[in-house]
């Protein structure tokens, strides 16, 4: 079997990965129902999640390293010596989609996306947690679930025709980084669950699932 051949069990595997998460992104609204056994049930899960996330992010760090020694090598390949390589170029390409794909779940659990923050500020633990929550449940969850499925067809594609760049001297690999889009889909979708899951214990007024104190800098993370 050559890699090419991956590509329908792999496409099948994203769109199977979808239909098995569906249920589960259910958990935050379980809690809100059921109290504090859901919620001894979800905590595992989510501090697994967290970790998963964390490890994501330390990976996307040494390809945001890579991609500024990358750049740093084109400029002055190009300025100092006039000369160009394509696939140094696309390799810095490469290193800034995996970067910032893969670290986008951890940038969720430590509240660092941008928020278009109008009155969420003002309102109480409680009142952000049910912005929060509605916020996974008509946001989140539906357009990264969507994303999930949309995206086993594209990686089937891109590994049964081998896609590379359409630069002849390009990186043959688009195949592979078209793999890290239903990657950061489920890696996001799982840690969007994960903090809907959060929410629904701040509005239960449990006990908070807290992030893992070896992973996060002391003040951040959700409660």
């Not at 609204?29 to 964390?54: N, T």
């Amino acid at each position: 079997m050559t890699p090419y051949d991956l590509g329908q069990p792999l496409g099948m595997f994203f769109t199977v990965m979808g239909f098995a998460l569906a249920p589960f992104l259910l958990l935050p609204f379980v809690i809100l129902a059921l109290g504090d056994d859901a919620a001894r049930v979800a905590r595992p899960a989510i501090d697994l999640i967290d970790r998963l996330s964390l490890a994501f992010e330390a990976f996307a760090r040494w390809c945001l390293l890579a991609m500024a020694f990358g750049m740093l090598a084109t400029v002055v390949l190009r300025y100092a010596f006039g000369q160009s390589f394509t696939k140094l170029t696309e390799g810095v390409l490469y290193a800034h989609a995996l970067g910032f794909l893969l670290a986008a779940p951890a940038a969720l659990l430590r509240d660092a996306h941008v928020r278009v923050d109008i009155l969420y500020g003002a309102l109480s633990d409680r009142g952000k947690a049910v912005i929060n929550l509605m916020g996974y449940a008509l946001f989140a969850a539906p357009v990264l679930l969507m994303l999930l499925f949309a995206a086993g067809p594209v990686v089937e594609l891109a590994w049964r025709i081998g896609e590379r760049s359409a630069e002849t001297d390009g990186l043959p690999l688009v195949f592979l980084l078209k793999t890290a889009i239903p990657v950061f889909a489920a890696g996001l979708l799982a840690q969007a669950m994960a903090q809907g899951c959060r929410a629904a214990i701040t509005i239960r007024g449990l006990a908070p699932a807290a992030p893992p104190a070896a992973g996060l800098p002391r003040g951040e993370g959700v409660a």
